[in-house]
C-alpha cells in the first residue's frame, strides 16, 4: 500500500455516500474537472438537441412561448441540483424535473427531451461530473419522460388551460411511471458498474422520492401558471427554494449520523454498512477484508498535560495524515476516543496486511507540530481478516463488521499486553476461542441489565442488597492479624452463575474482560454490591473492612474514583472500610497514570493494597512514591515457604522490605498450621488462606464471625 496523495478524509470506494454535500461534488467526481470534459460534454448535448430539433422542427416551431419560457428555467435551475447525502452518484434530484415533466404532459415527449437534454448537460458542469457519467443521467432522465409519456399517451392526458379532477388522477399516475423509471435505470445502471452486486443503499430514498414526487406534482401547477399569465411562473423559484431547504436539511441530518464531527471521518455505522457492502449480492467472490484497529498510545497524556482542546486537534490531525495514507479503494472511519479503523479490501493474507498495518505506523511516526510543539503518536494495531465469501452469500465470509470489531480489538489489546505494536487476530489463541468470546458477550449482556450506580441505589442507609438476577455473585474471605488472631478485614472474590456452563471463576473471568469494555462494567457491579454489604454490616454492629480486586483498565481513569465517591456517600459508609487491590501488572503498565487515580483514592481515605506481591517487576521507585497502604505476598510463594528454603527467603525478604516502607504485609495462601506459624516466626503481619476459612456468602459472614475464637501462634524459640 503505496502512500496516497493527500486529500479530504475520504472513505474511498467502498464509501458511496457524499460525506461532503455542501461543495455539490458527488463521489468519485473529481474535484476540478478538466475543462477538455465539460466542452465535450457540452458539445455532445448540443449535437442532440440539434438533431431532435431538425427531427421535429414543425413541432417546435408551433410552440407557445409558455413553453420555451419553462424551458429556459429548466436549464437555469439546475445550475444548482439537489445532491442528497449518503447516497450514490446517480441520487441527485434535478429540479428541472418540475418543468420538463410538464412540457411532457402539455406539449409531449420530444420537447421536454430537448429541455431534460440540456437541463443535465448544465447540472453535470455544475457538479464537475465527468463527460462519461452524463450520458447516464441524461439516459435516466429521458426513459422517465418517456415513461410519463407514454402514460399520458394511453389515456389520453393532455393537460390544458382547464383541467379536470379526472385529469389529476392522471398526472399522479404520470408522475408514478416517472419515478418508476428513472430509479429503475439508475438501480440496473449501478448494478452493472459493481459487477453484480447489490448497489449499496439503494433502497433508501425516502427523501430523495419525497422531493422528486413534490417536484414533479408541482410541475403542472407551474404549468397552469404559464397558460394564466408568463409572469406568474417566475414565482414557482419560491417553491423550490423550499424544496432545496428540505432536501439540504435531510442531507445534514444524514452525514451528521454518519461523520464523526471532530474529523470528518466516517464513523462506526459507516463501516458496518460497508463491510455489509462489500461481498453481499456478489456474483463473484469478493476479495476478502482485513480490519486494523489503531489505538493510539499514550493519548491520554496528551489530554492531561495539554488540555482536550489541543487533544482534539491532536486528533484531528491524526485523521488528515492517515487519510492521505489511505488509498481510496479503502476505509478509514473513527470508531471514537483515540481508536480509528481502516478497512483494507485489496489483502491476499496476513502477511499484507501486517504490511498495510506497517505503513500506518510508519506514517505516525513523523512527530505532529501543534502551537510550536513537536507531539510524537504511535498506534497499537489490532487485525483482523475476513475470508472469502462464496458467490451470491448474503454475509461475508467469517463475519460481519461487528465480529471484526471484536477480533481486531482482542488483537490490539494482545499486542497492548505482549508490548508489540501490532498482532494479528488468531482463533486457536485461547483468549480469543469462541467460547471465549461467547463467555464475554454473555457477561456483557449480564452486566447491561444490572441497575446503574448513579440510577438506583438503596433508599435508606445499610439497606441489604436485593437478589440480583444477572448472576454475579460475591464471596467473602477473612484476614486475620496474626499476632491477635483477629479477623481485621475479608477480600471480596467474585464469581459468577452462569445459566449453562455453571459456576465461572474470578480467574476466568478477568482473564475475559480485562482487556475489554466490560471490565469497567463489571468493577461497577462490584462496588455496587460490596458498599451496599458494607453498610449492611455496619447497621448490623459488625463493621467489617473489604478488600476488593481492581483492573489496570480502571486505574487509568478517574472514573472509578467518582464511583468510590458517590458510592460511600450514599451508602453512608467509612472510607476506611474499602481496600483496592492493585495487581504488579497494574502497576507496571503505566505507573504515571495509576499513581493520579489511587492518589485521589489515597487522599478520600480508601487504603490500597498491592495485589500478588514478588509475581512481577515492581521497582522500588515506584512502591516508594505510590500511596500504598499494604502488600500481599503471592500465594505461590507462601504455600511453599515451609519446605521450600528459597520461598522462606523470598517471604522474609518481601515483610522486611514492606517493614522499611512501613506498609502492612498479608500472606495469601495459608492452608495449614506449619505455614501460619512460619509466617508468625517472620513477623508477617495478617493471614488469609483455607487454614481460618473458606470463602463464604455474605449471609455467612455474621455467623462465622459469631462463632470464630481467635487463634494465637506460639512463638517457636
Not at 84 to 100: D, K, Q, Y
Amino acid at each position: 500500500m503505496g502512500a496516497a496523495q493527500p486529500r479530504r478524509a475520504t472513505a474511498g470506494s467502498l464509501l458511496p455516500e457524499a460525506f461532503f454535500p455542501e461543495t455539490g461534488v458527488e463521489p468519485g467526481w473529481p474535484a476540478a474537472p478538466a475543462w477538455r470534459g465539460i466542452l465535450l460534454t457540452a458539445t455532445g448535448a448540443a449535437v442532440v438537441d440539434v438533431a431532435v430539433w431538425a427531427a421535429a422542427e414543425d413541432t417546435f416551431a408551433a410552440l407557445p412561448p409558455a413553453y420555451w419560457a419553462m424551458a429556459v428555467l429548466a436549464v437555469a435551475v439546475d445550475a444548482r441540483p439537489y445532491v442528497l447525502a449518503n447516497r450514490r452518484a446517480s441520487s441527485v434530484v434535478l429540479p428541472s424535473i418540475c418543468f420538463t415533466f410538464a412540457i411532457a404532459l402539455a406539449w409531449g415527449f420530444v420537447p421536454a427531451l430537448a429541455a431534460q437534454i440540456a437541463a443535465v448537460t448544465v447540472a453535470g458542469a455544475r457538479m464537475r461530473r465527468p463527460a462519461r457519467r452524463v450520458p447516464h443521467l441524461a439516459v435516466q432522465h429521458a426513459g422517465a419522460l418517456a415513461a410519463a409519456s407514454l402514460v399520458a399517451a394511453v389515456t389520453g392526458l393532455r393537460l390544458g388551460p382547464a383541467p379536470h379532477w379526472d385529469d389529476a388522477a392522471l398526472t399522479v399516475a404520470a408522475a408514478a411511471a416517472w419515478i418508476g423509471a428513472r430509479y429503475g435505470l439508475a438501480a440496473l445502471t449501478a448494478r452493472w458498474r459493481s459487477d453484480g452486486r447489490r448497489p449499496p443503499h439503494l433502497p433508501r430514498r425516502n427523501v430523495e422520492l419525497f422531493a422528486t414526487a413534490a417536484l414533479l406534482l408541482l410541475g403542472p401547477v407551474v404549468l397552469a401558471a404559464a397558460q394564466v399569465g408568463l409572469v406568474l411562473v417566475p414565482l414557482v423559484l419560491l417553491a423550490l427554494h423550499a424544496v432545496h431547504r428540505m432536501v439540504r436539511s435531510a442531507g445534514e441530518y444524514e452525514r451528521a449520523a454518519r461523520v464523526d464531527p471532530l474529523t470528518g471521518l466516517p464513523n462506526r455505522r459507516v463501516l458496518q454498512a460497508a463491510v455489509a457492502d462489500h461481498q453481499g449480492g456478489a456474483r463473484q467472490p469478493a476479495p476478502p477484508l482485513a480490519l486494523l484497529l489503531l489505538d493510539l498510545d499514550r493519548f491520554r497524556n496528551v489530554n492531561d498535560a495539554l488540555g482536550h482542546p489541543l487533544g482534539d486537534r491532536l486528533l484531528a490531525a491524526v485523521a488528515h495524515r492517515l487519510a492521505a495514507a489511505v488509498p481510496a479503494h479503502d476505509l478509514l472511519v473513527r470508531l471514537g476516543g483515540d481508536e480509528f479503523a481502516v478497512l483494507a479490501t485489496r489483502v491476499d493474507g496476513p502477511a499484507a496486511a501486517r504490511a498495510v498495518a506497517g505503513h500506518l505506523a510508519e506514517v505516525l511516526h513523523r512527530p505532529f507540530h501543534l502551537d510550536g510543539l513537536a507531539v510524537d503518536v504511535s498506534a497499537t494495531i489490532g487485525i483482523a481478516m475476513q475470508a472469502l465469501a462464496p458467490p451470491g452469500s448474503a454475509r461475508g465470509g467469517s463475519g460481519d463488521a461487528a465480529t471484526l470489531l471484536r477480533q481486531a480489538e482482542a488483537a490490539m489489546y494482545d499486542a497492548k499486553q505482549r508490548g508489540d505494536q501490532m498482532v494479528v487476530y488468531g482463533p486457536d489463541a485461547a483468549h480469543h476461542s469462541p467460547e471465549r468470546l461467547t463467555l464475554l458477550a454473555d457477561l456483557r449482556c449480564a452486566l447491561h441489565g444490572h441497575p446503574s450506580v448513579l440510577d438506583v441505589l438503596p433508599s435508606s442507609r445499610g439497606e441489604e442488597p436485593g437478589p440480583r438476577d444477572d448472576g454475579i455473585q460475591l464471596f467473602y474471605q477473612p484476614q486475620i492479624a496474626i499476632a491477635s488472631g483477629e479477623v481485621v478485614g475479608v477480600e471480596a472474590l467474585l464469581r459468577w452463575q452462569h445459566p449453562q456452563r455453571g459456576l465461572v471463576g474470578a480467574e476466568e473471568l478477568i482473564r475475559v474482560a480485562e482487556q475489554t469494555p466490560v471490565m469497567r462494567l463489571l468493577t461497577a457491579r462490584v462496588l455496587h454490591e460490596v458498599i451496599a454489604q458494607l453498610a449492611a454490616w455496619q447497621v448490623a454492629g459488625r463493621p467489617v473492612r473489604a478488600a476488593v480486586n481492581v483492573s489496570v483498565r480502571d486505574l487509568h481513569s478517574t472514573e472509578i474514583a467518582e464511583r468510590v465517591d458517590t458510592l460511600l456517600r450514599r451508602y453512608g459508609v467509612p472510607a476506611r472500610l474499602l481496600q483496592l487491590e492493585i495487581t504488579e501488572s497494574a502497576l507496571m503498565a503505566d505507573p504515571h497514570r495509576v499513581l493520579t487515580t489511587i492518589t485521589r483514592l489515597d487522599r478520600m481515605g480508601v487504603a490500597i493494597s498491592l495485589d500478588d506481591f514478588g509475581t512481577g517487576y515492581s521497582s522500588l521507585q515506584h512502591l516508594r512514591r505510590l500511596p500504598l497502604s499494604e502488600v500481599k505476598i503471592d500465594r505461590s510463594f507462601v504455600l511453599g515457604m515451609v519446605a521450600d528454603r528459597g520461598d522462606a527467603a523470598i517471604v522474609r525478604s518481601v515483610i522486611d522490605l514492606a517493614e522499611a516502607l512501613r506498609l502492612r504485609v498479608v500472606a495469601e495462601g495459608v492452608e495449614d498450621e506449619g505455614t501460619w506459624r512460619a509466617l508468625a516466626q517472620v513477623g508477617c503481619h495478617a493471614a488469609q488462606g483455607w487454614f481460618h476459612a473458606r470463602p463464604m456468602p455474605a449471609e455467612d459472614l455474621l455467623g462465622w464471625l459469631a462463632r470464630y475464637r481467635p487463634l494465637r501462634p506460639v512463638p517457636t524459640t
